[in-house]
């Protein structure tokens, strides 16, 4: 069988057959690899940007697309969308110096191992130079699936304070963040739950948190910070587990909260807020109030019968929205683009400043000699300073970040979310917190950015 197996690769080499040149002559599902259409990983296809050319730059997005069960996190999508504007934008202006980048895209249904397998065969097998990806466990478990691969990982989500620890330590520098950590969010949360006046009968406050490195990082930061100002509950669950959701919201009914902080993705907000509505000890009649985390900012929520009703007035934080200068652009771009408005969901312009510096970091690595791979792209990351003039993050302003990049200056860059001051050590940035509000007509609004108390 060996035998006729290098017989066989030897005749097709010989013979100068080629299935592909450039990715487009394969299928969605495949790559072009040494001139053979490889199959991608289950539940990758390309995406956004540009795939007939031959030397393009592609990254790849791994992100929680869907759940377990196949249902769309609209959240996520809005993210995926802020991906795609950025690439087209950038690729109107060249890309990198005439190379224009394409995105695959991965849905990893929350499952940690998919994920793994995912981004450990695009960087090994693809020689992908850059992965985005989306949420704290996710980006700890594809760090780790490409660090030997030294890949560049950036994510828009990722907030929780274990990233901080994982930087330095474990990851080489190599993974990165536009979005504060959660050690800020949950100083503005917990200042919002003492002060303000929706939550002044709030004596026992509930924490119900998706058990990974998300809400097990932002809930210890909330009862850090509550303690000795109001008594805490704490109600962990299994993400997607409906027993272990069904378990968690009948805690809080026996501990007699009388109110609950959400830390969770939309899918299993929906489940809680579907058995609290249940339980007359969590409803608004009962004096109950609800508050949330960022990844709860989604108006599906509202889909839930009797969620506008009881949640009106219910408050919320979020790394802020539209922080910068720019956001205005980038929201009427996004809102004609896609017909949605970026503002409706946490993390989009978060998204869209991401991959801008994905973009100006490979812009970076193919300059000056420099090697185009992950280890150059997060080099780059060194050039974004918090000095000198601010160059806002537009596509008027590309080409000059495109440049200045290359040349291998110095940067102050300001993003769509807010100023892009990188913590030292750290891999994410200090910027503003949102603080957003439920509507009684079942909106959303923002109610004021806060900078974080020291």
């Known amino acids: 069988f060996c035998a006729v197996l290098l017989g066989s690769c030897s005749l097709t080499t010989a013979t100068g057959f080629e299935e592909c040149k450039v990715d487009v002559d394969c299928a969605a599902s495949s790559a072009c690899i040494d001139n053979y259409c490889i199959r991608l990983p289950e539940g990758c296809a390309r995406g956004p940007g540009e795939f007939k050319q031959a030397d393009r730059i592609a990254f790849a997005g791994v992100l929680p697309l869907t759940d377990s069960s196949g249902v769309r996190d609209e959240s996520e999508f809005a993210g995926l969308d802020a991906f795609t504007q950025a690439i087209e934008e950038m690729n109107q202006k060249d890309g990198a110096n005439g190379r224009r980048f394409g995105l695959y895209v991965c849905d990893t249904q929350r499952d940690g191992e998919r994920a793994e397998t995912q981004a450990g065969w695009l960087a090994t097998e693809l020689g992908i130079p850059a992965i985005i990806t989306s949420g704290s466990q996710q980006s700890l478990d594809v760090s780790g699936a490409t660090r030997a691969s030294q890949t560049f990982i950036m994510s828009a989500t990722a907030t929780s304070p274990e990233l901080v620890d994982q930087f330095s330590s474990n990851t080489d520098s190599l993974l990165w963040r536009t979005a504060p950590p959660d050690t800020l969010q949950g100083r503005v949360l917990a200042n919002i739950l003492v002060n303000d006046p929706t939550y002044a009968g709030a004596t026992k406050i509930g924490i119900i948190y998706v058990n990974d490195a998300y809400g097990q990082g932002l809930s210890a930061e909330l009862v850090k910070r509550l303690a000795g100002l109001r008594t805490t509950e704490t109600a962990p669950f299994t993400s997607g587990d409906d027993m272990s959701i069904g378990m968690a919201v009948t805690g809080l009914v026996n501990q007699m909260v009388n109110a609950t902080v959400v830390i969770g993705v939309t899918s299993d907000t929906r489940k809680i807020l579907e058995r609290a509505f249940l339980q007359s000890a969590l409803r608004r009649t009962s004096g109950h109030r ?165």
């Open 290 to 454: 609800w508050a949330f985390a960022d990844a709860s900012k989604d108006p599906t929520i509202l889909g839930v019968p009797n969620a506008v009703t009881e949640l009106a007035g219910s408050l919320g934080t979020a790394p802020a929205q539209g922080a910068g200068s720019a956001y205005p652009t980038f929201r009427n771009a996004y809102r004609t683009r896609f017909g949605t408005d970026p503002s409706s969901f946490s993390f989009t312009s978060h998204s869209y400043d991401a991959m801008y510096l994905v973009g100006l970091s490979a812009s970076y690595a193919t300059g000056g000699g420099r090697t185009l791979n992950g280890r150059t792209m997060a080099d780059a990351m060194g050039k974004v300073v918090s000095t000198g003039p601010a160059v806002t993050i537009e596509p008027s302003q590309f080409s000059a970040l495109r440049n200045t990049f290359t040349a291998g200056q110095t940067v102050n860059v300001e993003g769509n979310s807010g100023k892009l001051d990188f913590i030292p050590d750290a891999g994410a940035p200090v910027s503003p917190i949102e603080q957003w509000r439920i509507e009684g007509d079942g909106g959303f609004t923002t109610v004021q950015l806060v900078d974080p108390p020291n």
